[in-house]
C-alpha cells in the first residue's frame, strides 16, 4: 500500500471517528436539552393545576360539599380544560382510583409513581412508539391521602427530534463524503512531491545521474529535492571524476607498458649476449654498462610514477621554508651532473621564504634543472630566478638550450608526454618528471607556467601565492 493511501485511510478514520462522536454528542446532548425542557413545562403544569386542586378542595371542604364525587367533576373539568390528546390524569385517594382517563397504560406505571409522598417525582415512560412524561406527588386531605398522576404525550417533541436526528445523520454522511473526497485530493496533491523523489531515486539507481528534481516551494519536500538535486550532482560529479580517473590510469598502464617494453628486451637481450657469447672485457663493460643505465632509467620512471600516484591523494601540510637554504641544497644534488657537461647555475634570490612542503618543493626544483640540463649544451648557463611580484612568490628556472616547439608546450605535462622521444630515452626520461611538477604545485596551489623559444631556450614560471 502507497504512503499516501496508508495516511489517508488514517487520518479519514480518524477524523469520522471524531467527527461522529462529536456529532454523536450534540445529538445526545439536544435531546437530553429537549427532554429537559419539556419535563419542566410538564413539571409547571403540574404544579400549577395541582395547587388549583388543592385550593378548590379546600374550598369545597369549607363549604360542606367536598365528596368523591366533587372531587371527581374537579379532576373532570381539569381533564376537559386541557387536551385530551396529550395529557391525562390519574386521581388516587388512598391509593384508590376516583378518576383515571390515563392514555397510559396503569400495570406498567412504576409503583414508585403511584406510592408517592409530598415531593414530586418525574418519570419518562415509553409504549409502543410513543413517550410520555409522567409527574405524581402526594397530599393529605382530611387525614385522607390523595395522589394525582399527570400524563403528558410528548409526540411533537418526538417528531421534531426524528426530523432532527434524520438531519445530523445527513448532515454527518455530507460532511464525511465531502471530506473523504477532498482529503484524497489533498493527500494525492501532496504526495506528487514524494512520487517525483521516488521516481528520481530509481533513475539515480539506474544510472541516470543528470536528471534535476523541479523543486517548488519552501516546505519539507522542496528541501529534500534540493538536497537530493546537490546528492545527484555530487555523485555525477564523483562518477565523472572515477572515469576519468580509470581512463588515466588505464592510460598509465598502457604508456608504462609500451614505456617498459623497450628497455627491458633490450637488458635481457645483452644480459643473455654476456651469458652465451665469448666476448672481450671491453665489450662486457659496455654491455653491463648499458644494462644500468636502462636499469636505472626503469628505477626513475618507476618512481616518479608512484610519486604522482600517492602524492595525488595526500593533503599536505605547509610550513615555512628558506629559500637559501633550499636552493643550496638542490645545486649540491644537481652538481656532478652539471660539472660533467660544464655548465654553470647562477642563483638570483630576492625572496627569504615560502610556505609549502620542502621536500616536494625540492623535487620540483631539481626535476625543473635536470630537464634544463639535458636541454642545454656544454658550457652553457642556467639562472634560478627567486622574486617577488605583486604580492607573490616567483621562482623561475631558465635555460638557453634547444627550447621547445610551441605545438608542445600545451602538453609538455600530461604523463608520458615527450617532445623528442629519441633524445629522452638516451637522458633516460620517462615523460613524467613535468606531469609531478605539474601535480606539485597544484597541490600548493600555484601556478606551473612554461614559455620557450626553440633553439633559444625555456623558462619554467613558478608561481605561489603565499610568501
Excluded at 618507476?302 to 637554504?325: F, Q
Excluded at 625572496?351 to 618543493?361: K, N, Q, V
Aim: with cysteine; proline share 1%; hydrophobic share 40%.
Amino acid at each position: 500500500m502507497k504512503f499516501w493511501t496508508k495516511t489517508y485511510f488514517s487520518v479519514l478514520l480518524l477524523f469520522l471517528l471524531v467527527f461522529n462522536i462529536s456529532i454523536c454528542y450534540i445529538m445526545y446532548t439536544t435531546y437530553n436539552s429537549m427532554i429537559g425542557s419539556e419535563k419542566e413545562k410538564v413539571l409547571s403544569e403540574y404544579s400549577f393545576i395541582k395547587q388549583s386542586l388543592i385550593n378548590d378542595m379546600d374550598t369545597l371542604d369549607s363549604n360542606g360539599k367536598l365528596s368523591n364525587d366533587t372531587i371527581k367533576n374537579l379532576i373532570t373539568y381539569y381533564s376537559g380544560y386541557y387536551s385530551s390528546e396529550i395529557t391525562s390524569f390519574l386521581f388516587l385517594e388512598d391509593n384508590k382510583s376516583i378518576f383515571s382517563n390515563l392514555q397510559y397504560n396503569l400495570k406498567t406505571v412504576p409503583d414508585s409513581m403511584l406510592n408517592t409522598e409530598s415531593s414530586e417525582k418525574v418519570a419518562l415512560l415509553s409504549e409502543k412508539e410513543n413517550k410520555y412524561i409522567l409527574v405524581s406527588s402526594a397530599f393529605d386531605k382530611d387525614s385522607k391521602r390523595y395522589s394525582l398522576v399527570y400524563c403528558y404525550r410528548i409526540d411533537r417533541v418526538m417528531d421534531t427530534w426524528r426530523k432532527l436526528k434524520i438531519n445530523f445523520i445527513y448532515f454527518s454522511f455530507g460532511i464525511s463524503s465531502a471530506l473523504a473526497i477532498f482529503l484524497a485530493i489533498l493527500l494525492n496533491s501532496s504526495s506528487k512531491p514524494l512520487k517525483k523523489l521516488t521516481d528520481f531515486v530509481v533513475r539515480i539507481k539506474s544510472g541516470d545521474y543528470d536528471n534535476k528534481i523541479e523543486v517548488k516551494g519552501r516546505d519539507e519536500f522542496a528541501l529534500l529535492g534540493e538536497q537530493f538535486n546537490e546528492m545527484s550532482e555530487k555523485i555525477s560529479t564523483t562518477m565523472q571524476q572515477l572515469s576519468s580517473d580509470m581512463e588515466m590510469k588505464q592510460q598509465f598502464i598502457d604508456n608504462l607498458s609500451h614505456e617498459l617494453r623497450t628497455p627491458l628486451t633490450s637488458i635481457y637481450g645483452y644480459a643473455d649476449y654476456i651469458q652465451k657469447a665469448a666476448i672481450s672485457e671491453e665489450d662486457k663493460y659496455e654491455a653491463t654498462s648499458f644494462i644500468m643505465k636502462e636499469s636505472r632509467r626503469l628505477q626513475v620512471m618507476a618512481s616518479r610514477l608512484l610519486d604522482m600516484t600517492i602524492r595525488r591523494k595526500v593533503d599536505i601540510e605547509k610550513k615555512r621554508i628558506n629559500l637559501d637554504e633550499l636552493f643550496e641544497k638542490v645545486l649540491k644534488n644537481i652538481s656532478l651532473t652539471a660539472k660533467e657537461k660544464s655548465i654553470s647555475i647562477s642563483v638570483k634570490n630576492e625572496l627569504y621564504s615560502i610556505l609549502g612542503d620542502e621536500d616536494l618543493i625540492e623535487s620540483l626544483l631539481i626535476n625543473l634543472l635536470e630537464n634544463a640540463l639535458k636541454a642545454s649544451e656544454n658550457n652553457q648557463t642556467i639562472e634560478l630566478v627567486g622574486k617577488n611580484l605583486n604580492e607573490k612568490a616567483i621562482i623561475e628556472v631558465i635555460d638557453h638550450g634547444k627550447g621547445i616547439e610551441a605545438e608542445h608546450i600545451t602538453h609538455i605535462t600530461e604523463a608520458f608526454y615527450r617532445v623528442d622521444k629519441a633524445r629522452a630515452k638516451a637522458e633516460g626520461g620517462a615523460g613524467l618528471g613535468l606531469t609531478l611538477c605539474k601535480q606539485i604545485m597544484d597541490m600548493h596551489h600555484g601556478e606551473l607556467q612554461v614559455t620557450s623559444e626553440l633553439n633559444k631556450g625555456t623558462t619554467v614560471i613558478l608561481t605561489f601565492t603565499t610568501l
